[in-house]
């Protein structure tokens, strides 16, 4: 990618993600502040395959690599692809407020499961569009998590009410409905922490 290109990317996407944030923040329920001091965002462009975009939990940082993401610059076909790849490197991070919760385990399996890197999830039953959002969920109970959460999220970040509603005859809905109670799931482990250090709920 040409390194003006990169550049003009780079200062275009950055307000973009900030946005992305601040919708994120409102979804969960957490302060913009909180969520800034635990997360930081780096964008790169790279052909390495160590530059893949993730979310590092040693460090952190959530890495958005343009190449991966198929971004050329200001094509707006991409956009929504981008958008939802954020999303879900997002979603990993907030695993640990659900991956323990029974609802979540019985939907979406136990992330402390063995993760193949070499797993092949291309030859799947047709039924699988059923219970998955996307193949790649299919791979691990932590990808099925972070895959439906940026399903979840794109759904709600662009309004996408019609595309919702056809997605109510599918197996994998209630998982997006859990989605969408997070914000809840996140305040009463709050209370459940509070009542554990010796405080009296609201």
């Known amino acids: 990618m040409n390194p003006s290109v990169v550049n003009r990317s780079i200062q275009f996407l950055k307000p973009e993600i900030n946005r992305i944030l601040n919708f994120v923040c409102d979804f969960v329920g957490m302060p913009l502040d909180k969520f800034k ?79 193949d890197e070499d797993k092949i999830y291309q030859n799947l039953p047709k039924t699988f569009s059923e219970n998955y959002v996307s193949r790649y969920a299919t791979k691990h109970p932590s990808e099925d998590w972070a895959e439906t959460f940026a399903t979840a999220l794109i759904i709600r970040y662009f309004n996408e009410t019609d595309k919702l509603k056809s997605l109510k005859t599918k197996n994998f809905y209630s998982k997006i409905r859990y989605v969408y109670s997070i914000k809840d799931i996140i305040k009463r482990k709050g209370k459940d922490k509070e009542v554990q250090n010796g405080k009296r709920p609201d």
């Open 37 to 115: 001091k635990r997360v930081r965002v780096r964008i790169v462009s790279s052909n390495s395959d160590r530059e893949e975009s993730y979310f590092d939990e040693d460090t952190n940082v959530l890495n958005i690599n343009l190449q991966e993401t198929g971004w050329d610059g200001f094509n707006p076909e991409y956009s929504k692809y981008w958008q939802y790849l954020v999303f879900h490197e997002i979603g990993h991070l907030f695993e640990e407020y659900v991956a323990k919760d029974a609802k979540f385990i019985k939907l979406f399996g136990d992330v402390n499961k063995d993760y």
